[in-house]
């Protein structure tokens, strides 16, 4: 009886935030190395959405950024002393059920050195989690907005080796 | 046969394999209507009245520079079968900015920023709209520099100007 009811309150209220780890995409390579470290700032997060699905943290989006950005080689480490990567997390769009889930995420960056800004961008990104990937809804859900977050610092690695810091 | 059927289970003249397979009837209706009970007590308790009204600023931008901003272009998306991009820049003008409205991704004239949206509409008894997104961006880059969000469940529902207004109120006056 108890795993019915903390199941009926997983379907209905989501079963927690995104995990950076699952935030991180699996082999990114930046062609240019700016050779210095990177540090994140993060707004706009949420444990959980305004209705109610699993959400993203401002500190689980920065651990996923600043290792997704050391880890494709775009910067050489984690910290103070180089560039300063402000995310803005502006919309988290799931849908309310489905057996497809499609997520989109909004996110506008601002990358600054030395207190100036050198590069701004809104990225959306998308990611479908289909019903192979997980049976339960609301661990679907999870995982869709774990992908649209995973696309989305895809696309800000992308982004930023255009720029050749 | 229909003495078998209409007669206590757990009497003497009914066979055994009918008490066996009446028996397990029970428990399964009996788990039927726990599992029912449970459900149903979970989603009433879930189901109350949800009203959310929140503002985000970037980072990189600042309250001070949104009461600054005085001219908009609210850009209309392709599904707006409600006419919401025209009541968005209606609504700015009776608050006193200068506001239009258009499917062009670009402004027609320079304006201070542009007004994207994001609608929500849910059936219970008639449509309604659950929430309403409103995104400040910068004209050019496109970078999102605010947002303000309406969510109200059924129970509390308001009208499309309604919602309009509490949204753009919340977005652009000071807090």
Redesign the interface.
């Known amino acids: 009886?108890s795993g019915?009811?903390s199941l009926?309150?997983c379907v209905?209220?989501g079963c927690g935030s995104a995990r950076p780890d699952a935030m991180m995409p699996a082999a990114v390579t930046a062609s240019h190395r700016s050779g210095k470290p990177i540090q994140a700032?993060v707004?706009?997060g949420a444990e959980y959405t305004?209705?109610?699905g699993p959400g993203i943290t401002n500190e689980e989006f920065k651990q996923a950024l600043e290792s997704s950005l050391v880890k494709s080689g775009s910067f050489q480490s984690a910290g103070p002393g180089g560039y300063q990567l402000?995310a803005?997390i502006?919309?988290i769009?799931q849908p309310?059920m489905g057996f497809s889930m499609r997520v989109n995420m909004?996110v506008?960056y601002?990358l600054r050195r030395g207190g100036s800004?050198i590069w701004?961008?809104?990225i959306r990104s998308t990611y479908v989690a289909a019903t192979g990937e997980a049976f339960a809804g609301a661990l679907r859900l999870r995982k869709a907005t774990e992908g649209a977050a995973r696309e989305n610092i895809v696309a800000l690695i992308r982004a930023l080796d255009g720029q050749r810091l | 046969m229909i003495l078998e059927k209409t007669g206590n289970p757990g009497s003497p003249c009914m066979p055994f394999h009918l008490m066996k397979t009446t028996s397990n009837k029970r428990h399964w209706m009996s788990r039927i209507l726990?599992?029912g009970a449970?459900?149903a007590l979970?989603?009433a308790l879930?189901s109350c009245s949800?009203h959310?009204n929140?503002r985000?600023?970037?980072?990189?931008f600042s309250e001070t520079g949104v009461t600054k901003l005085r001219s908009f272009h609210v850009r209309k998306h392709a599904d707006d079968d409600y006419n919401l991009a025209e009541d968005i820049a209606a609504e700015l003008q009776r608050m006193g900015y200068r506001a239009t409205s258009g499917t062009a991704q670009s402004p027609p004239g320079r304006v201070d920023a542009v007004l994207s949206y994001?609608d929500?509409w849910?059936w219970d008894m008639t449509m309604y709209m659950i929430?309403l997104?409103v995104?400040l961006?910068?004209p050019g880059?496109?970078?999102?520099?605010a947002?303000a969000?309406t969510?109200r469940s059924s129970l509390i529902r308001k009208s499309q100007q309604e919602m309009v207004r509490e949204t753009l109120t919340k977005l652009l006056k000071n807090q």
């Open positions: 009886m019915i009811i009926s309150g209905l209220v700032h707004a706009g305004a209705m109610g402000e803005f502006a919309d769009d309310v909004d506008s601002t800004i701004r961008k809104s | 726990k599992t449970v459900v979970v989603s879930s949800v959310e929140t985000q600023i970037s980072p990189s994001k929500r849910v929430s997104d995104q961006r910068e880059s496109d970078v999102i520099l947002t969000k969510v």
